[in-house]
């Protein structure tokens, strides 16, 4: 992070699903002083079914400028069903505090048990538009344990959107059976695409596997070899799409940035930004009406705040001598609270379908399960 205040190497954490009376292994935030003077940490806080457990940052703490501590979290639910909470960060100085998006399930430790046949699918190399040959991966359920009642199979993360499934799982599984689930790629994108492919279900655990393929032709909708999209003024967007974890109604899906950096040899000036579509909008904005010196950056900060349930779609537009910057895409999708501990079926699409009479740990809400596999390996230690 450039300017001023603190740096955070994350603005959300997900914890997955973890039962009552248990404790999550901790996941750490990173705290950096962006600023040109020394800043000192005053108070450092988390809200809701959520503990500090450790770090080297700590209440008194002075960070010079460019230095970093690190602070820890735990996970430890109250309650079953989807769980927020946030982790605040103040200092001495006059700038507004620093908070982080936490969000977790609690479950219940009753709970069938699943497993897939892998937990990763590679596929071969495939040109842009093309589709692969199908990959198959059995879901199963154990002798002696509970009926496993599934909520629906999807693909989420970044590069969703080139991996598509088929399967003959229905709604519930009885101990000792199992189904199949076929998956497809079609890239969108060149380079490496990575994904998740995820089940919904009452099962203890996050039930998931890694999907990676590599699409071989030429980078498209006008991006450069390294990923970025330009335009003829010479201002580079650092991603085609900034893609949010899945987040609950009346919530934020915590910030993501998008970097513009004067790629000219001359200075050139940044038009109004405007992010339209969808439930987005732009937190912190560094970059309208303002000239770029060539090689200059600025970055734009946008957050997620559903006030519905389902995938949206939205878009991060900029004007600029010379063009307008390239669409940035902004994906998300909205969590519907569920009250329940049952669960609602979702169809089995690349994104799954929200809503419903669902439970406490429904479709969407597991979203947030999911999304914690692409990020770490689960770890979990006895204990409240």
Same mark, same amino acid.
């Given at each position: 992070?450039?300017?001023?205040?603190?740096?955070?190497?994350?603005? *959300?954490?997900?914890?997955?699903? &973890?039962?009552?009376?248990?404790?999550?292994?901790?996941?750490?935030?990173?705290?950096?002083?962006?600023?040109?003077?020394?800043?000192?940490?005053?108070?450092?806080?988390?809200?809701?079914?959520?503990?500090?457990?450790?770090?080297? @940052?700590?209440?008194?703490?002075?960070?010079?400028?460019?230095?970093?501590?690190?602070?820890?979290? &735990?996970?430890?639910?109250?309650? $079953?069903? %989807?769980?927020?909470?946030?982790?605040?960060?103040?200092?001495?100085?006059? !700038?507004?505090?620093?908070?982080?998006?936490?969000?977790?399930? /609690?479950?219940?430790?009753?709970?069938?048990? =699943?497993?897939?046949?892998?937990?990763?699918?590679?596929?071969?190399?495939?040109?842009?538009?093309?589709?692969?040959?199908?990959?198959?991966?059995?879901?199963?359920?154990?002798?002696?344990?509970?009926?496993?009642?599934?909520?629906?199979?999807?693909?989420?993360?970044?590069?969703?959107?080139? +991996?598509?499934?088929?399967?003959?799982?229905?709604?519930?599984?009885?101990?000792?059976?199992?189904?199949?689930?076929?998956?497809?790629?079609?890239?969108?994108?060149?380079?490496?695409?990575?994904?998740?492919? %995820?089940?919904?279900?009452?099962?203890?655990?996050?039930?998931?596997?890694?999907?990676?393929?590599?699409?071989?032709?030429?980078?498209? !909708?006008?991006?450069?070899?390294?990923?970025?999209?330009?335009?003829?003024?010479?201002?580079?967007?650092?991603?085609?799409?900034?893609? +949010?974890?899945?987040?609950?109604?009346?919530?934020?899906?915590?910030?993501?940035?998008?970097?513009?950096? *004067?790629?000219?040899?001359?200075?050139?000036?940044? /038009?109004?930004?405007?992010?339209?579509?969808?439930?987005?909008?732009?937190?912190?904005?560094? @970059?309208?009406?303002?000239?770029? #010196?060539?090689?200059?950056?600025?970055?734009? $900060?946008?957050? +997620?705040?559903?006030?519905?349930?389902? #995938?949206?779609? /939205?878009?991060?537009?900029?004007?600029?001598?010379?063009?307008?910057?390239?669409?940035?895409?902004? &994906?998300?999708?909205?969590?519907?609270?569920?009250?329940?501990?049952?669960?609602?079926?979702?169809?089995?699409?690349?994104?799954?379908?929200?809503?419903?009479?669902?439970?406490?740990?429904?479709? %969407?809400?597991?979203?947030?399960?999911?999304? =914690?596999?692409?990020?770490?390996?689960?770890?979990?230690?006895?204990?409240?």
């Amino acid at each position: 992070m450039t300017g001023t205040g603190l740096g955070l190497s994350s603005h *959300n954490l997900h914890f997955g699903l &973890e039962p009552i009376g248990s404790v999550t292994a901790p996941q750490a935030i990173t705290v950096t002083n962006g600023s040109a003077t020394t800043v000192t940490l005053s108070t450092i806080g988390a809200a809701g079914d959520y503990r500090v457990a450790g770090g080297s @940052c700590a209440a008194g703490n002075a960070l010079a400028p460019t230095a970093a501590c690190t602070i820890a979290v &735990e996970f430890a639910p109250q309650a $079953t069903g %989807w769980r927020t909470g946030r982790l605040s960060i103040a200092t001495t100085a006059a !700038m507004a505090p620093s908070t982080i998006s936490l969000q977790g399930i /609690g479950g219940s430790a009753t709970a069938p048990t =699943a497993s897939l046949s892998t937990q990763a699918l590679t596929f071969a190399a495939t040109p842009v538009g093309r589709v692969s040959g199908a990959q198959a991966i059995v879901l199963a359920v154990p002798a002696g344990s509970a009926s496993l009642t599934l909520g629906g199979v999807a693909v989420i993360g970044a590069a969703r959107k080139d +991996f598509t499934v088929s399967t003959n799982c229905g709604s519930t599984l009885q101990q000792g059976s199992a189904c199949v689930i076929n998956v497809s790629f079609a890239p969108t994108l060149g380079g490496n695409r990575r994904a998740l492919l %995820w089940v919904a279900s009452n099962a203890t655990g996050v039930v998931a596997a890694v999907l990676d393929g590599t699409a071989t032709a030429a980078p498209s !909708m006008g991006t450069t070899p390294s990923g970025t999209a330009a335009n003829s003024g010479g201002i580079v967007a650092s991603t085609p799409e900034l893609s +949010f974890d899945p987040v609950g109604g009346g919530s934020t899906g915590g910030s993501l940035d998008a970097v513009l950096t *004067n790629t000219s040899t001359s200075a050139s000036a940044v /038009g109004a930004i405007q992010a339209s579509g969808g439930d987005f909008r732009i937190t912190a904005d560094h @970059c309208s009406n303002l000239t770029l #010196a060539s090689g200059a950056s600025c970055t734009v $900060t946008v957050d +997620f705040a559903p006030q519905s349930s389902g #995938a949206q779609s /939205g878009q991060l537009t900029a004007a600029a001598a010379g063009g307008a910057i390239p669409v940035v895409r902004l &994906e998300a999708a909205g969590v519907a609270p569920q009250p329940t501990a049952a669960l609602s079926t979702a169809t089995v699409s690349g994104t799954p379908s929200g809503g419903g009479g669902g439970g406490a740990i429904g479709p %969407w809400a597991l979203l947030l399960s999911a999304a =914690a596999l692409l990020r770490r390996g689960r770890g979990r230690r006895p204990g409240a």
